[in-house]
């Protein structure tokens, strides 16, 4: 499904980008020689403002969580973290929508990003064998409805999400491997392989029939870097310190990017927070888009020949001499995919200096503005742009400064490696990034420069973007990173945990479990269960730990000791029970329990887990913190050493040591 | 340094190889006329008995743990098991050195799985900052003497070792992680990914040197399977079910290899157990193969011309024409690695199909009786050139079938795929086979259909190995598997522990430390601690865990309550004491204490791990197996509802329901 997902995706785009580039390219022609191309950039500009804001309202009004690219999103839901309705069908179908305007739009963005998240959902739909929003009920993979399996699944599918997208099977189940799963299940990983080979092959196979070569599978992915030949693809030893230093280069810029956009983030954050404000400032965008793109193009004289082999789809004559192009029109008269793989593997000698530092420049300022707008988008492919123009002015340059001219010859070498070295700069991504470059390339040959190029990135662009104030008006995310931090091994279980703990009793009165959850101030979601009710108000002993949810369908089953002996004839409450009423347990309020049943009380040795994970109070923070990522638990049980309840470590208690480390992450979420 | 032991041995391999072809194909083309080519043959089998002989003598005699492959090896001390003498230096000389007589010699064996655990032992040792075998100690890294970090830079050196044999870093990683690693972390996973990059990077570096083109890093690995050109890499969908049949077929013969395996290692363990019986067998083994090659390079009258583009070596002519080579003779005289390259790109027509047939035979019998001879050889070449015999063979014959010729026209393509489902159906691998034959292709296209057939081969060669018996004489290794085995989820902690348990009192006697350590019959590495010392022997309350290791460091060093106020001048014990120690703790007999010392208390309070894992009795297999999976632990107390001691729970107590499960690890292990 997420491969249809990605071929739906790419034949759309395709089709509306083709036809708004034929009319605009028709309209212009006609107008170049009439005089009045103010008339031509309106309808470029009224086009692409259409098509935003058709994705923008959808995004803005009916699902403002299906904005951005959903990666932020799609990590914290992996880390543990619920996100409401982020995997949910509505989403999913805005997010489509929204990407195939956004992109038809003309908009400095691509379609990868959002894939991913795509994927999750699809994979989160599928495995339930339900649609609560369809209201349907397949009545199959029940036994996947829980936390721990969706989890499995959305990693899958988010896996599957990034090999359709760059064509990288290995480099989604590393991505889904970076940024979710703490124990590595070589089952586990295996299937979400499977998936992502899937996905890849679907696409592959649909977009073989579209392109009308069926069963011809050497294409995969939505971007196509177009394969590196045997050949060309070699690089020295002495290159490696100018590709370091683009890295450093990549860095920077990247930092430059993520500074900038975020004091765009909190003016948006402060000024356009209304769903019609942000529908008009995404309009403006890609109307400024169209007006700039024209300007370039209208202002630049690169004219190109004319080539019998050249592959250009929308070549436009503009001022140019007949038989020959205007290169700059090239550039924007493309999805930013095209744009990519030609500045990858056009012959030297295509693409004009002075262009590319124009184009650079441009479409740096037109990301920086674009990126957190209210449209379904990624910043993958612009940032992948941004780097190879750079990337290849870099390579041009070399090839002017070196006196031996072969030996820099190939700058669409330069343009891979200034590519990656800018997207390293602006998502820090690094392993599965370079598995997924090497894989998007075809080609293992350039895996090391580009590991270098990545390592570095990060590196310089962490020293610039660290020590960053937290974002105001966002509320922190309980995220959990890899490693407790450095300055907690001082700390014990003890000070960590929030204390006093409320308990319950083994056989519990109905009235005091209504009250304590719908008490709002404390809103846990696990409860120990002691074992002897203590009149001094001591800690009891533990026995067990029941959940939030577990009690609302005990309650809503009214699964009453006083009622056992009356309701012998009737079926017990089974697994199936609970499975049903996930995910969307009723809120407290919603179940009713009259006066008299409140005396009642309810037995919950039998549903409880009766070997809870505790630890000591004197266990470090870091020890408390590998039992939390290693066994992905939510509730850790802190006890004396007469094993009686002493306090509860929960997520956000671990979270809350990572103050001012989890920058990036709560920028890219606050730009949803 | 893992690289450049590749390299070494690489080029090692290809001089001794090229002298003896060189001389064997003289000393034939001398004879074919004057008659008397039994000279030949005799010349051939004394070089090739003689190279064995060298290495199976160093083996046999000086180092027997360097025998085989080392991956099973690898494997265990990755799963946390100890092996003796497993990564030291002796072991790695001896190794390399044997690798090189038995490739030289002509064996039908590969490199390529000895580099694995080449790059291991050189991690380990690189780490210590010192050896112990040279008895130099660098004052370095120690940091890092304790087991979890060694075994860290194991996992590390593992996969260099896979990235330089295959020139797949990534996959060099995911064998690193399927094999080991439980708990997945990103930096580590980064780290293994640096080291293993840094591997093929050196490896191409000085072999770009070698070929006399430095600097031109473009043929990564050891084993090159040629580039897969763009233009001819395709298949189509109706391709797939021949895939999986070929799958089948591999599974089928891989099991089929196995079995015949398995009854000659129970012979070997049997009847050949002497090492000079060991050496003598290695050199019939040679003396065969040299006398089966030659047999069928004289009885084959398959010429092919002798192009212009021809890139055999060692054309021999022999028999044939003039300007025609005889083409079995260039599958024999070829290092195996050049043999499937060869199969995999010589176009369409080079091969005769009863040339192929008998040649799989041929190799399949001589590949069944050399793994598991006392020499260092993989098994991963030979499979592969099986396979791709084979695999050429059936695309042949496909061709043959199909009335249009142009579809099928490819058998490379199928002798690819014949050699994954050979290799899959032997090994077993998935995930990471698949993605080092995707690297070594340098080509993602045909990883669906690789993934495909490698899967099919499991299942398949599964289905045969299954349910065998154990193999008689060989210890059991306590290899723990990835999941708890699917009886278990009935058994709790309680029926899987060791009980009673020897326990401590926090200040002991001393007398009873030394007295418990040097009972030979429990032979504990973990003993808990307790708190109270009870009259009527009940168990206490548990208040720590401490190691063998740890007392031992304690009693050599005398920390005695007695004399701590009388040693107060002394230096106290540091951390830095216990790393000095490792990893040879000597043995508690070579500990004097007197008589007046055996009366002395020790404190051992301030050594212990006061917050130890413990779990309840009632906790389920599962749950424990998960624990010690994620957690990496060696010992968990099991502890009642006073917390009270009244288990131990080891590997050994969970490796034991896994009875059955581990037959390839242990026929692989009972070979070394």
């Given at each position: 499904l997420t491969g249809l997902i990605a071929c739906m995706i790419d034949i759309a785009v395709e089709k509306l980008a083709g036809y708004k580039y034929l009319a605009v390219k028709q309209n212009i022609e006609k107008y170049t020689e009439l005089g009045g191309l103010s008339i031509s950039l309106i309808l470029w500009a009224v086009l692409n403002s259409a098509f935003v804001m058709l994705g923008s309202l959808a995004v803005a009004f009916l699902e403002p969580i299906a904005a951005g690219s959903g990666i932020p999103q799609i990590k914290c839901f992996l880390n543990g973290v619920k996100i409401p309705r982020v995997v949910r069908l509505k989403t999913l179908v805005i997010k489509v929508f929204g990407v195939i305007c956004s992109v038809a739009g003309g908009l400095a963005v691509g379609k990868e990003g959002p894939m991913i998240h795509s994927g999750a959902v699809v994979a989160a739909g599928v495995s339930q064998g339900r649609s609560t929003s369809l209201k349907k009920d397949f009545k199959i993979f029940e036994y996947f409805r829980r936390d721990t399996e969706k989890r499995d699944f959305v990693s899958a599918g988010a896996a599957a999400g990034v090999s359709a997208a760059f064509g990288a099977p290995v480099g989604g189940v590393l991505f889904s491997l970076e940024e979710g799963a703490s124990f590595w299940n070589q089952l586990l990983t295996w299937r979400i392989f499977f998936a992502s080979m899937v996905s890849t092959f679907t696409l592959n196979f649909f977009l073989s029939i579209y392109h009308g070569k069926?069963?011809?599978?050497?294409?995969?992915?939505?971007?196509?870097?177009?394969?590196?030949?045997?050949?060309?693809?070699?690089?020295?030893?002495?290159?490696?310190?100018?590709?370091?230093?683009?890295?450093?280069?990549?860095?920077?810029?990247?930092?430059?990017?993520?500074?900038?956009?975020?004091?765009?983030?909190?003016f948006r954050i402060r000024y356009i927070?209304?769903?019609?404000?942000?529908?008009?400032?995404?309009?403006?965008?890609?109307?400024?888009?169209?007006t700039v793109s024209f300007a370039m193009i209208y202002f630049s004289n690169d004219c190109q020949p004319l080539g019998q082999d050249n592959t250009e789809e929308y070549p436009l004559q503009l001022f140019c001499a007949d038989g020959e192009y205007n290169s700059m029109a090239t550039a924007f008269f493309n999805t930013p995919e095209r744009s990519v793989r030609s500045l990858f593997h056009n012959p030297p000698g295509t693409y004009n200096p002075v262009t590319l530092g124009v184009f650079t420049l441009a479409y740096f300022a037109l990301a920086v503005w674009?990126?957190?707008?209210?449209?379904?988008?990624?910043?993958?492919?612009?940032?992948?742009?941004?780097?190879?123009?750079?990337?290849?002015?870099?390579?041009?340059?070399?090839?002017?400064?070196?006196?031996?001219?072969?030996?820099?010859?190939?700058?669409?070498?330069?343009?891979?490696?200034?590519?990656?070295?800018?997207?390293?700069?602006?998502?820090?991504?690094?392993?599965?990034?370079?598995?997924?470059?090497?894989?998007?390339?075809?080609n293992v040959t350039y895996g090391f420069p580009i590991m270098l190029v990545l390592m570095t990135a990060k590196i310089v662009g962490d020293y610039f973007i660290e020590g960053r104030s937290r974002i105001p008006g966002l509320q922190s995310v309980p995220f959990l990173h890899w490693d407790a931090p450095p300055t907690s091994h001082w700390l014990t279980a003890r000070e960590v945990m929030s204390s006093p703990v409320t308990?319950?009793?083994?056989?519990e009165k109905v009235g005091r479990i209504v009250d304590v959850l719908s008490n709002t101030s404390t809103n846990?979601?696990?409860?120990?269960?002691?074992?002897?009710?203590?009149?001094?108000?001591?800690?009891?002993?533990?026995?067990?730990?029941?959940?939030?949810?577990?009690?609302?369908?005990?309650?809503?089953?009214?699964?009453?000791?006083?009622?056992?002996?009356?309701?012998?004839?009737?079926?017990?409450?089974?697994?199936?029970?609970?499975?049903?009423?996930?995910?969307?347990?009723?809120?407290?309020?919603?179940?009713h329990v009259s006066q008299d049943e409140r005396e009642c009380m309810m037995d919950l040795t039998e549903f409880m887990n009766p070997t809870p994970y505790t630890v000591p109070q004197e266990t470090s923070l870091p020890r408390v913190f590998k039992l939390f990522r290693a066994l992905g638990l939510r509730h850790?049980?802190?006890?004396?050493?007469?094993?009686?309840?002493?306090?509860?470590v929960t997520r956000k208690d671990l979270a809350r040591y990572h103050v001012g480390k989890d920058g990036l992450e709560e920028l890219h979420l606050a730009q949803t």
């Open positions: 069926p069963g011809q599978l050497s294409s995969p992915g939505l971007i196509n870097f177009g394969r590196f030949d045997s050949d060309s693809v070699q690089y020295n030893l002495y290159e490696i310190p100018l590709f370091i230093i683009m890295g450093a280069l990549g860095g920077v810029l990247g930092a430059l990017f993520n500074i900038i956009n975020y004091w765009l983030t909190i927070h209304r769903p019609c404000l942000q529908v008009m400032e995404a309009m403006l965008v890609a109307a400024v888009t169209a674009t990126y957190g707008l209210t449209v379904s988008a990624g910043v993958f492919i612009p940032s992948l742009l941004i780097g190879a123009a750079w990337g290849r002015l870099f390579g041009i340059l070399l090839s002017f400064i070196a006196s031996s001219q072969s030996i820099w010859a190939d700058p669409g070498k330069y343009a891979l490696i200034g590519a990656a070295a800018q997207l390293g700069g602006i998502v820090r991504m690094t392993l599965s990034l370079t598995v997924i470059l090497v894989e998007a390339t075809g308990c319950f009793n083994r056989v846990h979601n696990g409860f120990p269960v002691v074992s002897d009710t203590t009149e001094n108000d001591e800690p009891g002993k533990i026995c067990g730990l029941i959940l939030r949810s577990q009690l609302i369908v005990l309650l809503k089953h009214k699964v009453f000791v006083e009622r056992a002996s009356s309701r012998l004839s009737q079926r017990r409450l089974q697994l199936k029970d609970f499975r049903d009423a996930y995910p969307r347990f009723p809120p407290i309020q919603s179940i850790l049980v802190v006890v004396d050493n007469e094993n009686r309840v002493v306090g509860l």
